[in-house]
């Protein structure tokens, strides 16, 4: 049951209007059929905001007690102690969690039946500037590895200031490979393309170049799940996208949520469709990567 449904959220700014919490619960009750498939099994880390972005915000790892026994979680190891994740699996468990303040939902890597074994790979376009262009120039170039290496990866819009390419995985490789493997390709990005991008974590070393950040690729660390809105002006999509579509147009914010329906009805077809056929053994896209660059 939603409460307090015209509490404002996200306040009105930079053009766009105020985003109450009715706007977000109506928002999760739409797209769920096309959110739950990339969340339903996957351990959840909730952003949020009770009392708005002008409030005080936080990361939800584990599950409040007052949560109901009917919505899933998991328990999974941190250092001294566990964690219990919620697991997000149904609309009404989507629905509990935007009543409760949500406005991002971040997943973690693993799935709850396999915890240490990545669903997929992530490749997150950082830039240390603000321009556009140079992201779409980094797009293209991790495009073009993986066309070399004969692997589909799937492109969204982070919602915030970059891209994350993701590349499914079978769920064959525990995350020490996975991420050994998302080291090699963020190095040779940054060996392609020396003055576009970059794998130095300090900003300091960075420059003006863009940071290919593969530390997602881990047990604990969590990535914003496709059509998730972001806490800022306009609650901005991380809206999954055709590669061709970041172009010269392209913005990180160019889809709030007053717009996304209608982009939605204006799609022929899924940007992602295809995502789960295109899953690879890790090991197999690793023998791709040690052929072309070994």
């Known amino acids: 049951m939603l409460t307090k449904p015209d509490k404002v959220l996200i306040p009105a700014a930079d053009g766009h209007e105020a985003v109450t919490k009715a706007d977000i619960y109506d928002y999760a009750t739409r797209i769920a059929d ?35 026994d009917w919505i899933p979680t998991v328990e999974l190891p941190k250092r001294g102690g566990t964690v219990r994740h919620v697991v997000i699996d149904s609309v009404e468990a989507l629905q509990y969690v935007v009543n409760q303040g949500t406005i991002s939902i971040h997943v973690l890597g693993g799935t709850v039946s396999a915890p240490d074994v990545p669903a997929e790979l992530l490749i997150d376009l950082d830039p240390s500037i603000d321009d556009p262009a140079q992201v779409v120039e980094a797009t293209a170039a991790v495009r073009a ?28 490789a525990r995350f020490d490979a996975v991420r050994a493997l998302s080291n090699r390709l963020a190095a040779i990005l940054a060996e392609r393309h020396p003055d576009l991008l ?5 900003k300091d070393d960075r420059g003006d170049r863009l940071f290919v950040d593969v530390l997602r690729n881990a047990p604990a660390q969590h990535a914003v799940a496709p059509y998730t809105l972001r806490p800022k002006p306009g609650a901005p999509v991380a809206v999954p996208l055709r590669w061709d579509e970041v172009d010269s147009g392209w913005h990180p914010q160019s889809t709030p949520l007053a717009s996304l329906f209608r982009r939605l009805g204006a799609l ?27």
Request: net charge negative; aromatic share 10%.
């Open 34 to 68: 096309r959110m739950l498939p990339y969340i339903a099994d996957r351990p959840a880390v909730l952003q949020r905001f009770p009392d708005g972005t002008d409030g005080e915000g936080w990361y939800q790892k584990h599950v409040p007690k007052h949560f109901p």
């Open 145 to 172: 590895l993986l066309d070399d290496l004969d692997v589909t990866g799937f492109v969204k819009t982070s919602g915030s200031r970059g891209i994350h390419v993701h590349l499914p995985l079978r769920g064959d």
């Open 198 to 202: 970059t794998v130095e974590f300090a």
């Open 268 to 294: 022929a077809r899924d940007p992602w469709e295809g995502f789960d056929a295109a899953r690879l053994p890790a090991a197999d896209v690793a023998e791709r990567v040690q052929r072309l660059h070994p």
